[in-house]
């Protein structure tokens, strides 16, 4: 190789390895990875409720069956399966001929009796004129007295009977005994009924019973006396009421207890329907936290507390009740404590964290 071509190689050299050298100093250094984010919220002391929960029945109490209180033929029925009627309106309307023609014959038995009656009232008052003018005996006065007696109670229970067959003649026309719908129509028009028989049965909802079944387990713990909250998907409100009693046997085919409570005049409460109760046993003050706080491990449950704002430490608790999103730390964390909500799930002991928002819902 010629000499001035060795030495251009020589020169280029020279200059590149500084330069190589300068490139690997002058590199960026790494960045170092960034924290945690999460949300975060303060543990507080609140009230919570003990309670049981199950869901039931609810079964009507009046649920009146509609009879016929007179014998006759039915002339015409007013309601419908599925009609709304308010109480004391007709609903079946039975021939009155028969109790009219009784009535015709009571009122002329009253009518006689009452002109046998008038007319002994003569009799006595003219005999009792002769009697002081010794025309006729004592004797004699004292029998007409006792006719005229007989011809009053004769009349009493004349008019009795009368008023009697008044009254029955009012039942031709049968009425609801309740407010409530129309379940069953029984009759027609047309057809013979004798007294007794029935005619309609009626749904009214004034009054409804919840039977709750619950575990054997917490029968000792179910009083009479204590609240209940109920609802239905029927209706949206919830009813507040009470445990009336509870069934002394314990279901042989379930192992469950009945628990009742009442439920009266509710608009869209409806018999048959499910109802959910909430028994409330008892109350106590409990340190809360929300249920996103609480993360799984291979230790246990565990609650993330946040140190400094900044830092993560990890906290193994005993955990109770849990309600509406919230659930009760008996051992681990104190009220006050800042913990990790959203995000919990992705810390580790000590781990770096940057709140994004810190809340006390």
Not at 219 to 243: C, F, H, M, Y
Request: negative net charge.
């Amino acid at each position: 190789m010629p000499t001035t071509t060795l030495l251009r190689l020589l020169t280029a050299l020279c200059i590149g390895l500084p330069l190589l050298a300068c490139g690997k100093a002058e590199a960026p250094k790494q960045a170092k990875s960034s924290s945690t984010l999460i949300s975060a919220t303060t543990a507080e002391t609140v009230r919570l409720e003990i309670r049981e929960e199950t869901v039931g029945t609810l079964e009507g109490l009046i649920d009146p069956t509609v009879s016929a209180e007179v014998a006759g033929r039915v002339l015409e029925v007013k309601a419908r399966p599925g009609q709304r009627v308010k109480k004391g309106e007709v609903l079946v309307i039975l021939d009155p001929t028969d109790l009219a023609l009784q009535r015709r014959e009571a009122q002329a038995e009253v009518g006689r009796l009452e002109a046998l009656l008038a007319n002994q009232e003569r009799t006595l008052e003219r005999n009792r004129a002769l009697v002081e003018k010794n025309f006729i005996s004592k004797n004699a006065l004292d029998e007409i007295e006792t006719q005229k007696s007989a011809y009053r109670k004769q009349l009493e229970a004349a008019r009795a009977r009368l008023a009697s067959i008044e009254h029955t003649g009012s039942k031709t026309q049968a009425a609801s005994p309740v407010d409530g719908v129309i379940d069953v129509q029984i009759v027609s028009p047309g057809d013979f009924v004798s007294i007794g028989s029935p005619m309609m049965t009626i749904i009214s909802n004034q009054r409804l019973r919840a039977h709750l079944p619950f575990p054997e387990r917490v029968a000792s713990r179910i009083q009479p006396g204590l609240k209940v909250r109920l609802t239905t998907p029927t209706a949206d409100n919830e009813v507040i009421s009470e445990v009336r009693e509870l069934k002394p046997l314990i279901g042989a085919s379930n192992r469950a207890i009945d628990v009742l409570a009442d439920v009266v005049s509710q608009e869209g409460w409806q018999a048959g329907a499910s109802v959910n109760g909430v028994v409330v046993i008892g109350e106590v003050d409990a340190v809360v936290v929300p249920e996103q706080s609480v993360v799984l491990r291979p230790a246990g449950e565990v609650v993330y507390v946040i140190q400094e704002g900044t830092r993560a430490e990890q906290r193994i608790v005993k955990t109770g009740l849990r309600q509406d999103g919230k659930i009760e730390i008996i051992d681990g964390v104190e009220s006050g404590e800042v913990v990790a909500v959203d995000g919990a799930a992705f810390l580790t002991d000590q781990a770096e964290v940057t709140i994004q928002n810190a809340s006390n819902e």
